[in-house]
């Protein structure tokens, strides 16, 4: 798999039938490896690693309903109450991201009313935090830390 622009970790893979699968330490079991796959599982270990986000407060592929459509969020980060805090577009590392990506991720926040926002594709990092006041995001250069 590509280099991404993210630290290094070490993940455990194995071989199925002529797919490689990667340990979900979130959801406990083998998920197979695309390139999307690959920079979900970097970014919940430097979620985890970097910023200090609890596990228990990080849920991956949480579904939601759209305009009577079903979508799922790559990773939603909760606060200590219980509210959405961070909700993380994913996207494979040879895909450009485009307005079109944030449109997809405000539409989902548009539900989900997170405090922050984050589209990646492993190589580029895009950070924002929300300004419900004004219905528009603001672009960081980082996310907080966890508190």
């Known amino acids: 798999m590509q ?3 993210l630290p ?8 199925s039938e002529n797919k490689t699968l990667i340990f979900d330490k979130l959801r406990k079991k083998y998920v197979v490896l695309t390139p999307e796959e690959w920079v ?3 970014y919940v270990c430097f979620l985890i690693e970097e ?3 609890p596990i228990s407060l990080i849920a991956l592929e949480k579904q939601l309903i759209i305009n009577n459509r079903k979508k799922r969020t790559d990773i939603l980060v909760f606060n200590n109450e219980g509210n959405h805090e961070i909700i993380v577009e994913c996207k494979a590392p ?7 990506t944030f449109d997809q991720i405000a539409r989902y926040n548009l539900k989900l009313k ?3 926002l984050i589209v990646t594709n492993g190589l580029e990092h895009f950070y ?3 300004d419900f006041k004004k219905e528009t995001y603001i672009f960081l250069k980082d996310i907080p830390k966890y508190l």
């Open 40 to 42: 979900r599982q970097h």
């Open 3 to 5: 280099r991404l622009n």
């Open 128 to 130: 924002c935090k929300m």
């Open 8 to 15: 290094t970790y070490n993940f455990k893979l194995k071989s």
């Open 114 to 116: 997170a405090n922050y």
């Open 51 to 53: 910023k200090k986000y």
């Open 94 to 100: 040879s895909i450009k991201i485009t307005q079109d």
